[in-house]
C-alpha cells in the first residue's frame, strides 16, 4: 500500500483482499493510497489526484450512483464501477469519512469476474433458460387460448389480445438478444433526435393512462435510433408497471428532461413510490426483479444500450419522490 501512514488505516486496507483505496475530502475529494491489490488489478499513479479525474484515467466508468459523484463519496454511498464491456466490473463500498477523517472505497468484483464467467454483464445460460421456460410460456399460453377462443367464438377481440401476446414475446426475444450479442445490435451513426425518438417510443407502451410531460430541449445525439428507442421503451415501461400502487396507473405521470447540470444528457422520473437506495445499484442486474412476474431484462438492456453509446445511466430519486434514471456523456453531434 502507498499514502498511508497510520496503523488502522494501513490494516483496513492492506488486509482487505480486493482493491481498496483511501481518500479526503478538502476542496474535492483526493485519493491518498491505495493498497496492492489495487495497484495490480485497477493501476498506479493516483495519489494525489481527485478521485474522479483518477477514475477516468484508470479507465472505470461509474454506475449507479445518483450524481453528482463527489455527494456519493460524502455520503457513503454504494455504486459499481467498470471499464469497457467485457472487463473488470466491481461493486464499490463507500465508507465516508466523518470530520475530517479518512475514507474508504473497497472494490469487490462480481459474481461473474471471479469466476471468470466473461463479462458481467452478458446473461448467463441459467436465466437464459429461466427466460425461455417461464417468460416466454405465459404470452405463449395467452396467445394459444386466446386462439382456440377466438376460433370458436369469431370475437375479434380474442386475436387483439394473440397480437398482443406475440409483440409481448418479440420483445422477450429482442432483449435477451440484446443482452447476449453487445455490440452486434448497436450501430450508433445517425444524428438522432432525442425528443422525438422518445415521444414515438411512448406510443409503443401501454400506458394505461399515466402521462408523458418534457421538461427543456432533449439534445440530438450521434445514435443508433432503434436502440435509444428501446432505452426509452424499458425505462418508460418500468415508470408504467412499477410507478403505482396496485396496478393502477391512471395518476402517473412521467417526465423527460434536459439535466441541469455540467453533465451533458438527459432523464426520465416518474412520481410513483420510487426505489430504495439500497436498491439502486441493483436494478440494472440482468434477472433482478422487483416483481414474481418480471424478467429482470429491461432496465438490464438499459443500461447495456447506454453503456454501448458511451453514455452513463444512474437510478436515483426523482422530486416528487419516485424513480429517476439519469443518462450522461450524451454528445451532440
Not at 415501461?237 to 423527460?256: F, S
Amino acid at each position: 500500500m502507498t499514502g498511508e501512514t497510520t496503523d488502522a488505516q494501513s490494516v483496513r486496507i492492506d488486509q482487505y483482499p480486493d482493491p481498496a483505496c483511501s481518500y479526503v475530502i478538502d476542496d474535492v475529494p483526493t485519493v491518498t493510497g491505495v493498497n496492492d491489490a489495487f495497484a495490480t488489478q485497477l493501476g498506479t499513479g493516483v495519489e494525489g489526484e481527485p478521485v474522479a479525474r483518477a477514475f477516468e484515467s484508470l479507465g472505470l466508468c461509474v454506475r449507479g450512483a445518483g450524481p453528482p459523484f463527489a455527494a456519493c463519496l460524502e455520503h457513503g454511498d454504494t455504486f459499481r464501477v467498470r471499464r469497457s464491456p467485457g472487463e473488470s466490473a466491481y461493486v464499490v463500498q463507500t465508507v465516508a469519512p466523518e470530520d475530517g477523517t479518512t475514507g474508504f472505497l473497497f472494490f469487490t468484483a462480481t459474481e461473474d469476474e471471479q469466476s471468470g464467467a466473461g463479462r458481467p454483464d452478458t446473461l448467463g445460460i441459467d436465466h437464459v433458460a429461466s427466460v425461455v421456460s417461464h417468460d416466454l410460456r405465459n404470452p405463449l399460453d395467452v396467445a394459444k387460448a386466446r386462439l382456440r377462443a377466438g376460433r370458436e367464438l369469431g370475437e375479434e377481440e380474442h386475436f387483439e389480445h394473440v397480437a398482443r401476446a406475440h409483440e409481448r414475446m418479440e420483445r422477450i426475444i429482442q432483449d435477451v438478444l440484446t443482452l447476449a450479442r453487445g455490440e452486434e445490435v448497436i450501430e450508433p451513426d445517425e444524428v438522432v433526435d432525442l425528443a422525438a425518438v422518445a415521444t414515438a417510443a411512448w406510443e409503443t407502451v401501454e400506458t394505461n393512462g399515466a402521462a408523458l410531460t418534457t421538461e427543456g430541449d432533449l439534445p440530438t445525439a450521434t445514435a443508433d435510433p432503434g436502440r435509444v428507442s428501446r432505452l426509452f421503451e424499458n425505462l418508460f415501461r418500468n415508470a408504467v408497471e412499477h410507478g403505482a400502487p396496485d396496478g393502477d396507473h391512471r395518476t402517473v405521470t412521467v417526465t423527460i428532461g434536459t439535466l441541469a447540470s455540467e453533465a451533458d444528457g438527459f432523464y426520465v422520473a416518474d412520481d410513483g413510490p420510487g426505489i430504495a437506495p439500497p436498491d439502486r445499484p441493483r436494478v440494472f442486474e440482468p434477472g433482478y426483479s422487483s416483481e414474481d412476474h418480471g424478467t429482470g431484462l429491461g432496465l438490464a438492456i438499459v443500461e447495456q444500450i447506454a453503456d454501448l453509446h458511451g453514455w452513463s445511466i444512474a437510478a436515483t430519486g426523482s422530486a416528487e419522490g419516485g424513480a429517476r434514471f439519469e443518462i450522461t456523456g450524451v454528445e451532440s453531434p
